[in-house]
């Protein structure tokens, strides 16, 4: 690719940039996707929780998370229609398990359009894997996808179109009067006529960027047990539970500043295993057959970045995800190509700037 032009080049091979590269590429658009091989990235990583409801995604941001939620169903029809993969996609609602009279009560308090406060009993009879002494909170559309398959179906639908390009890894872009080039690590460049900015945790170490991005990683470690006891993702005291297909349960995570270290430790799973095993006690004192880490790529707000430089109109940012890359991808995805390709944002991003850090 060394030497090319495109019309959008995107630094990240992510969910993120990966959705974007697609959704540019349906819009007519050439793309040069620039990947790097990087331990703990995100996507790979994530649990696959699309879960406005208990990541933290509420005003101002309620309505685009709810939006993105809504988004996956129609976004894996059509993959599946391009990839031939159908990836897996658990809507049966997330049960938010209280640790106590006190939280149960703000539970209870916050019950509204979209959950429903759930007696011990209903709670018991809807999941009966589950422990919910005090009742639970259920997310009637919140769920998760498995995001490792869908990272293999994405590759195989860019795989299909001749419009997108794997350009190797970046590692910084140069700007000048109305125009952007990529610069990759082998020495090579790529003019563009967009430079979309996904690197997830690793955006701050690009060179060349307008502005200093407050993307900061942040470790989440993970466990796996071979064992499926329940049907609902739960999430609850001390930890998250999703079921996965093939009799898969993960279990997460932590919320650690390690820098860029993704290891793990043993004293991690043992708090997680515990805690799952609390809240469905069909995993208590299983093996811990997985331990993995991934980076959130994490902003101050814990909101995305996502729009274009003030000053760099050719910059594009979708990054800084925190919780919610899986969630955001496909409607980050749809805006980013939408600005690609010179029309306006079909959600409004003003939230989103980075103007808001200054
Ligand atoms: N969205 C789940 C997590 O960040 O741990």
Redesign the pocket.
């Known amino acids: 690719m060394n030497g090319r032009t495109v019309d959008v080049a995107i630094v990240g091979g992510g969910l993120v940039g990966m959705t974007a590269a697609l959704a540019c590429a349906d819009r007519g658009l050439t793309v040069a996707l620039s990947a790097a091989t990087r331990p703990g990235s995100a996507s790979g990583a994530?649990?696959g929780?699309l879960?406005p409801s208990t990541?933290g995604a509420t005003a101002p941001v309620a309505a685009f998370a709810s939006a993105c939620r809504d988004a996956w169903p129609p976004y894996l029809d059509q993959l599946a229609g391009r990839s031939g993969r159908r990836v897996a996609l658990n809507r049966l609602g997330i049960l938010q398990v209280p640790a106590d009279e006190g939280g149960a009560g703000r539970l209870r308090a916050a019950a509204g359009a979209g959950s429903d406060w759930l007696t011990p009993l209903q709670a018991a009879e809807l999941e009966p894997g589950i422990v919910a002494p005090l009742g639970a909170l259920l997310h009637e559309r919140d769920g998760a996808v498995d995001n490792e398959h869908l990272l293999l179906a994405l590759d195989e639908a860019i795989g299909a179109t001749d419009h997108v390009a794997s350009a190797g890894e970046a590692r910084g872009i140069r700007l000048g009067r109305g125009t952007a080039e990529l610069l990759l690590a082998d020495g090579g460049t790529i003019a563009a006529g967009r430079l979309v900015v996904a690197a997830g945790a690793w955006v701050s170490q690009l060179e060349g960027l307008p502005r200093a991005i407050p993307v900061v990683p942040v470790r989440?470690q993970m466990i796996g047990f071979a064992a499926a006891p329940v049907r609902h993702v739960i999430h609850g005291p001390g930890a998250y539970v999703v079921p996965r297909p093939a009799g898969r349960t993960i279990v997460?995570?932590t919320m650690e500043h390690a820098g860029f270290d993704a290891g793990t430790s043993p004293e991690a799973a043992t708090r997680l295993a515990d805690a799952a095993g609390r809240l469905a006690p069909g995993l208590a004192g299983l093996p811990v057959m997985e331990h993995w880490a991934g980076l959130?790529p994490t902003t101050p707000d814990q909101l995305p970045i996502l729009g274009p430089d003030p000053e760099h109109g050719t910059v594009l940012y979708a990054c800084g995800h925190s919780?919610?890359g899986i969630l955001m991808a496909p409607l980050t995805a749809e805006c980013i190509a939408a600005l690609a390709s010179g029309v306006p944002s079909p959600w409004p991003l003003e939230p989103f700037s980075v103007a808001r850090f200054g």
């Open positions: 994530a649990a929780m879960a990541e989440g997460g995570a959130r919780r919610n």
